[in-house]
């Protein structure tokens, strides 16, 4: 359908719940050549791209002149950004700039990362997402989207009437920046975990300034002998939307509670064999539970997953794409891919 967004004209498909994503694409030429004017019209349509948001999930600009970092930079250059970006968060990646992140680096490639909604496991979280592919993967390498609202209908209530009344609790280790692998084994299932350093996730090498960060973001904190760190974050797993107010499943159950669900049997052997095995140098990574404290059920966790499945939209990326995802209503994950990828991110607090 053909559809007026601002003073111009795009070409919008049909803004329904879970028909995610909706494409918009310029019909304007000056919107297809000119950077300048498609920054000001991406300016006057937020509050209206906001809307469409919170009902479909998840929008992609195609056909824009959006062509590097620099340009991506200037398109959501009035986007808030939270107050400490990807601190504390699980996954290694580096800043390119400005407002804008690589998108993960460090998980294998030829495996697929599940659906999630964007640092769920913190106290503090980005409500929205920006997507923009600078070069298109020529195999698989689609970042993948579902719909939270149709995947948490078909989670069984008894579990999430226990989220409900026990809340979630998260625990993550992160290692010493003195430390090294003692072999290329163990240097691959460190890679692979996100067994990441304390530097690396909270990007600075002061512990003076992560301690700073933990309290300014809700995070409990232990330092260990060893010069390594543990935290520790309770939420409800839920959170409101900030436009409509309703109340989303919102949390990291089944990405942090199941390491065989996330990456396979071949995998979780070698992860078991490293951090389950008596007298382990480190403690897991990630771990998760009931906000009192208890265990989860490993099997009720590893049932998740084909929920997830079940609702995973994917769509080729093309050079230029920017794609915004609305982080309480939407997941995301990513395709196994070979090749070239360039796939990076920025982070929101609103619209």
């Given at each position: 359908m053909t559809s007026t967004l601002g003073d111009d004209v795009v070409l919008l498909g049909d803004v329904a719940e879970g028909e995610l994503p909706l494409f918009v694409t310029p019909a304007n030429p000056k919107l297809k050549n000119d950077l300048d004017a498609s920054v000001e019209w991406l300016k006057s349509v937020t509050g209206e791209l906001a809307q469409a948001m919170s009902r479909v999930g998840a929008v992609v600009l195609r056909g824009f002149p959006v062509k590097d970092t620099a340009d991506f930079n200037r398109m959501i250059e009035h986007f808030p950004s939270p107050d400490f970006d990807y601190a504390g968060g699980a996954a290694k990646r580096n800043n390119l700039g400005g407002k804008v992140f690589e998108t993960t680096t460090t998980i294998i490639t030829d495996v697929v990362l599940p659906l999630h909604q964007e640092m769920s496991y913190q106290p503090t979280y980005p409500t929205k997402l920006t997507f923009f592919c600078q070069v298109a993967p020529k195999n698989g390498g689609s970042t993948t989207i579902g719909d939270v609202r149709a995947i948490a209908r078909e989670i069984p209530q008894k579990f999430r009437d226990e989220v409900t009344e026990r809340g979630v609790m998260y625990r993550t280790h992160r290692r010493s920046p003195d430390s090294a692998p003692v072999d290329e084994a163990e240097s691959s299932i460190w890679h692979e975990t996100r067994h990441k350093t304390w530097v690396e996730t909270f990007y600075t090498e002061s512990a003076a300034e992560v301690e700073q960060i933990c309290r300014a973001t809700?995070?409990?904190?232990?330092?260990?002998?060893?010069?390594?760190?543990?935290?520790?974050?309770?939420?409800?797993?839920?959170?409101?939307?900030?436009?409509?107010?309703?109340?989303?499943?919102?949390?990291?159950?089944?990405?942090?509670?199941?390491?065989?669900?996330?990456?396979?049997?071949?995998?979780?052997?070698?992860?078991?064999n490293y951090y389950l095995r008596p007298g382990a140098r480190y403690p897991r990574p990630h771990e998760v539970f009931f906000g009192d404290g208890t265990p989860m059920d490993p099997d009720t966790v590893l049932s998740l997953y084909p929920l997830y499945r079940e609702h995973t939209v994917a769509f080729p990326w093309q050079e230029g794409d920017m794609m915004f995802v609305d982080n309480v209503i939407t997941a995301h994950g990513r395709s196994p891919y070979t090749g070239p990828r360039n796939i990076q991110v920025s982070l929101s607090t609103g619209w």
């Open positions: 809700g995070l409990e904190f232990e330092w260990l002998p060893d010069g390594s760190l543990t935290t520790e974050c309770r939420t409800t797993g839920y959170a409101p939307h900030p436009l409509t107010g309703d109340t989303h499943w919102f949390n990291h159950i089944h990405g942090m509670g199941s390491p065989l669900g996330s990456f396979g049997e071949e995998y979780w052997k070698r992860y078991s």
